[in-house]
């Protein structure tokens, strides 16, 4: 099984329970592979979203009339039968491709050999404070001894937690690693679901203490600047 196989049979839930654990090891030691992970499985859910609908739609006229002409040739020549079989799923291929593209909503972005945010987990770091519900949740909040602000987030719907920090007016993901929320998630403490990966990250970078909720909200309306 070639490496982006393995990709795709961990987003679909294929692997062995060895296996993904294996897997699982592997992403929390490398954030590329964690990205690449997020991206596919970004685009199975756009590609689920957008195949529902058409399933649901009402057959055109135009398509019926093709399809019993089909059938009715391939009675009175069955070796016919695979070239309308084909017809179809290159339709149905169509109609779904001429609906979506890569999907834009990726949370992460290699750039220059640097992981970037993009999209909403973009949008949570440089909005989001540490007391507000969102899609993504942002923990810690602290410069580094250079004076660069980082953020710790967690997000449920990509499965993902991390650390980040303002670079040159983008996030740059520090670490990333797999991450789901436990059944009882109720982010009362900042730090109190974050993986040990990313609060190790944290010492490495931290100079002095979080920002407090002041603090916070000053370096979020100036801009992180």
Known sequence: MTGEERV??????????????????????DPLLAARVARHRALAEQVSAVY??????PVPPQLLSTASAANDAGRRDARRLPAWGALAASLIVGLIAGRIAWPSSAPLAEEGGRLT??????????????????VVKVGLTFRTADGRYCRTFESASDRLAGLACRDGGRWTARTVTAW??????????????????????????????????RAERAARDKGWK
């Not at 529902?52 to 739609?57: C, Y």
């Open 52 to 57: 529902a609908p058409v399933l649901d739609e």
């Open 8 to 29: 795709i049979a961990f987003v679909d839930g294929e692997l062995s329970p060895p296996e993904k654990a294996r897997f699982e090891a592997e992403m929390a030691a």
């Open 180 to 213: 789901t929320p436990a059944p009882d998630h109720g982010y009362r403490q900042a730090a109190s679901d974050t993986p040990p990966e990313v609060l190790a990250a944290v010492d490495s970078l931290i100079s002095g203490a979080p920002l407090d909720a």
């Open 117 to 134: 945010a993009e999209g909403h987990l973009a949008g949570a770091l440089s909005r989001e404070l540490a007391a507000e519900p969102g």
